[in-house]
């Protein structure tokens, strides 16, 4: 139980640290930022730097070319040649490299150790990005060098770097393209070293307000804690106060040192007991009249016995607890010999045991007429027999028959009232014996198969467990009463019933199911109330002698049932334990 109070303000510190930790993330985003920004501009500075040595390379080559005439593709293509790796040997650039429309690589000249012998790929989505815009800007890996590329759509004239195969010159206006790349690690050799330094600064930030925000809370959780234990003080006061139960405090000489206020009330009561002078008095003065134990009182979780005190017409439990049993740390030796005494008034708890014993009186009365109602039945039977007998008499003639069979159905009904009644009202000693439950099944679907249509209606088995153990009457007639339920539940729409079985834990499970129309809420509440029945013809007694042989079982019965959904009902049943005298050699079938 929760009983403390979170401080609603930290104060002026709590507001200066979170404003640190608010600074440092805003710093880190502002780092970031400024990182992005930068590497922005070196990616700008990058393409510019490309692309006009691009254009430089088309605008050398194409010059030579006009200068000394035209000449054959190849010695065009050896200067091309001669010219990358001038290029590449000053350093400027480290790779330089002509592509087909096709992305082939068929020129190129890159450092040493650092291109394979067979160039860098041109990615398809570079292809794609320079057919749409003429030109594209990204990275390519070689070995473990990582180069910033720039490739464009190389000048008229330009096809002449192409070899030809069929030995014919290359078509002037074919598509090249050209592609340099730059060592990345050179041009982020700053930028990477920035970006360490910012995230250096921005980390040792960050972790300094971070742990000041964690001493900011360990502070206060160690100044919630001084405050919680004052507050369980005061909660400890108040709930001793507020105990309906009362408490004495006793020193080693009897003498009350301490006293609830329900401990005052109740001895208040007494009439030479002053409530408000309870501390200070002898509490063997107090109860004096002490009964002797009592071997039927209940005991407390210790073992201790409840001692019982009848005075002026008050009914007190008393339970004495040696403080040294209730806290054997941080004591005296003088605090072991005290104790601790619990009061409670017991006068309601007697007056209504009493009341439940003028119940019994009044159930043996009920008993008395259920002896009267089982008188009803030889009556009944000569009723029945004349009403038979002019049924008889009056056959053929309406309605006058009509009339002799009303009756001779009402005397069945009353006749199955008055039996299951008699049953309700009758405790009955249960014959715990071990039952194979697929055999008692087996003979109740065999007795039940009369009294439904086998084409529209299915019974069917899955017991998982062989033996149960119960008394065999009462079980057939809990299963005998469920089943035809079931059975008369699917009469007009028709369905399966399963009857099942399985063990679980230390209970046997039975379940009758079926899939028929179900029961709403307060059908499935009122299912166990004698004489509660949705059927014209029931009696409303078949499931309340369900419910008793069950309990009498020391079982349950669970429903589950929902409208159109069908209806489960399970039969808990314990197994016997050690104290149950069962022949388990004698299996009962």
């Given at each position: 139980?929760?009983?403390?109070?979170?401080?609603?303000?930290?104060?002026?510190?709590?507001?200066?640290?979170?404003?640190?930790?608010?600074?440092?993330?805003?710093?880190?985003?502002?780092?970031?930022?400024?990182?992005r920004?930068?590497?922005?501009?070196?990616?700008?500075?990058?393409?510019?730097?490309?692309?006009?040595?691009?254009?430089?390379?088309?605008?050398?080559?194409?010059?030579?070319?006009?200068?000394?005439?035209?000449?054959?593709?190849?010695?065009?293509?050896?200067?091309?040649?001669?010219?990358?790796?001038?290029?590449?040997?000053?350093?400027?650039?480290?790779?330089?490299?002509?592509?087909?429309?096709?992305?082939?690589?068929?020129?190129?000249?890159?450092?040493?150790?650092?291109?394979?012998?067979?160039?860098?790929?041109?990615?398809?989505?570079?292809?794609?990005?320079?057919?749409?815009?003429?030109?594209?800007l990204?990275?390519?890996?070689?070995?473990?060098?990582?180069?910033?590329?720039?490739?464009?759509?190389?000048?008229?004239?330009?096809?002449?770097?192409?070899?030809?195969?069929s030995?014919?010159?290359?078509?002037?206006?074919?598509?090249i393209?050209?592609?340099?790349?730059?060592?990345k690690?050179?041009?982020?050799?700053?930028?990477?070293?920035?970006?360490?330094?910012?995230?250096?600064?921005?980390?040792?930030?960050?972790?300094?307000?971070?742990?000041?925000l964690?001493?900011?809370?360990?502070?206060?959780?160690?100044?919630?804690?001084?405050?919680?234990?004052?507050?369980?003080?005061?909660?400890?006061?108040?709930?001793?106060?507020?105990?309906?139960?009362?408490?004495?405090?006793?020193?080693?000489?009897?003498?009350?040192?301490a006293?609830?206020?329900?401990?005052?009330?109740?001895?208040?009561?007494?009439?030479?007991?002053?409530?408000?002078?309870?501390?200070?008095a002898?509490?063997?003065?107090?109860?004096?009249?002490?009964?002797h134990?009592?071997?039927?009182?209940?005991?407390?979780?210790?073992?201790?016995?409840?001692?019982?005190?009848?005075?002026?017409?008050?009914?007190?439990?008393?339970?004495?607890?040696?403080?040294?049993?209730?806290?054997?740390?941080?004591?005296?030796?003088?605090?072991?010999?005290?104790?601790?005494?619990?009061?409670?008034?017991?006068?309601?708890i007697?007056s209504?045991?009493?009341?439940?014993?003028?119940?019994?009186?009044?159930?043996?009365?009920?008993?008395?007429?259920?002896?009267?109602?089982?008188?009803?039945?030889?009556?009944?039977?000569?009723?029945?027999?004349?009403?038979?007998?002019?049924?008889s008499?009056?056959?053929?003639?309406?309605?006058?028959?009509?009339?002799?069979?009303?009756?001779?159905?009402?005397?069945?009904?009353?006749?199955?009232?008055?039996?299951?009644?008699?049953?309700?009202?009758?405790?009955?000693?249960?014959?715990?014996?071990?039952?194979?439950?697929?055999?008692?099944?087996?003979?109740?679907?065999?007795?039940?198969?009369?009294?439904?249509?086998h084409?529209?209606?299915?019974?069917?088995?899955?017991?998982?467990?062989?033996?149960?153990?119960?008394?065999?009457?009462?079980?057939?007639?809990?299963?005998?009463?469920?089943?035809?339920?079931?059975?008369?539940?699917?009469?007009?729409?028709?369905?399966?019933?399963?009857?099942?079985?399985?063990?679980?834990?230390?209970?046997i499970?039975i379940?009758?199911?079926?899939?028929?129309?179900?029961?709403?809420?307060?059908?499935?509440?009122?299912?166990?109330?004698?004489?509660?029945?949705?059927?014209?013809?029931?009696?409303?007694?078949?499931?309340?002698?369900?419910?008793?042989?069950?309990?009498?079982?020391?079982?349950?019965?669970?429903?589950?049932?929902?409208?159109?959904?069908?209806?489960?009902?399970d039969?808990?049943?314990?197994?016997?334990?050690?104290?149950?005298?069962?022949?388990?050699?004698?299996?009962v079938?």
């Amino acid at each position: 139980m929760d009983i403390g109070f979170r401080q609603q303000q930290r104060g002026p510190l709590f507001l200066a640290v979170s404003s640190l930790v608010v600074f440092g993330l805003g710093l880190v985003f502002v780092t970031w930022q400024n990182l992005r920004q930068q590497q922005q501009f070196i990616d700008q500075h990058v393409l510019l730097s490309a692309r006009t040595m691009l254009r430089g390379v088309q605008t050398n080559l194409l010059r030579g070319e006009r200068r000394f005439g035209l000449v054959a593709p190849d010695i065009f293509q050896a200067r091309a040649k001669e010219f990358f790796g001038e290029l590449v040997a000053s350093g400027e650039v480290d790779y330089l490299g002509a592509y087909d429309k096709t992305g082939r690589l068929f020129l190129f000249a890159g450092n040493a150790g650092q291109i394979p012998p067979r160039g860098l790929d041109l990615p398809q989505t570079a292809q794609e990005v320079i057919k749409q815009t003429g030109e594209w800007l990204g990275t390519l890996k070689s070995g473990k060098t990582v180069l910033l590329a720039y490739a464009e759509r190389a000048r008229e004239g330009m096809a002449y770097l192409r070899p030809s195969r069929s030995g014919a010159l290359p078509s002037f206006k074919e598509e090249i393209i050209l592609l340099v790349g730059l060592n990345k690690a050179e041009h982020y050799a700053l930028y990477n070293t920035f970006k360490r330094n910012a995230i250096l600064q921005t980390g040792y930030v960050l972790i300094v307000a971070f742990t000041l925000l964690a001493l900011l809370f360990a502070y206060f959780r160690r100044r919630e804690q001084s405050g919680r234990v004052v507050r369980l003080e005061t909660f400890r006061s108040k709930l001793l106060d507020a105990l309906p139960d009362g408490l004495l405090t006793l020193d080693e000489d009897g003498i009350v040192k301490a006293a609830n206020p329900a401990a005052k009330a109740i001895l208040g009561r007494l009439p030479d007991v002053d409530g408000e002078k309870l501390v200070g008095a002898s509490f063997d003065g107090l109860t004096r009249d002490l009964e002797h134990v009592d071997e039927g009182a209940p005991a407390s979780s210790s073992g201790l016995i409840w001692q019982q005190l009848d005075r002026e017409g008050l009914s007190l439990e008393l339970l004495t607890v040696p403080l040294a049993d209730a806290f054997s740390k941080n004591m005296t030796a003088n605090d072991r010999d005290a104790a601790l005494v619990i009061l409670r008034d017991r006068t309601r708890i007697r007056s209504l045991e009493e009341a439940l014993r003028e119940t019994q009186k009044l159930a043996a009365i009920g008993r008395l007429a259920a002896g009267v109602a089982h008188e009803i039945r030889n009556p009944l039977s000569s009723l029945r027999g004349f009403a038979q007998f002019f049924a008889s008499k009056l056959k053929g003639k309406d309605p006058e028959e009509k009339y002799a069979q009303t009756m001779v159905s009402e005397a069945d009904r009353l006749n199955r009232v008055v039996t299951d009644l008699l049953f309700l009202s009758r405790p009955r000693a249960i014959d715990a014996k071990k039952i194979n439950l697929p055999q008692l099944v087996a003979h109740i679907c065999e007795l039940v198969s009369f009294d439904y249509d086998h084409e529209t209606i299915t019974l069917a088995t899955a017991l998982q467990t062989e033996t149960v153990y119960a008394d065999p009457d009462a079980l057939k007639q809990v299963l005998l009463n469920l089943i035809m339920n079931s059975l008369s539940a699917l009469k007009k729409t028709g369905g399966t019933v399963i009857v099942a079985a399985n063990h679980e834990l230390d209970v046997i499970r039975i379940s009758i199911i079926d899939d028929g129309p179900g029961m709403n809420p307060e059908e499935r509440e009122k299912a166990f109330e004698p004489f509660y029945t949705t059927k014209k013809s029931g009696s409303g007694l078949g499931l309340a002698i369900v419910h008793k042989i069950i309990r009498e079982h020391k079982g349950r019965v669970h429903i589950e049932s929902s409208p159109e959904k069908g209806t489960r009902v399970d039969i808990l049943l314990p197994e016997p334990t050690p104290s149950d005298s069962i022949n388990d050699d004698e299996i009962v079938s």
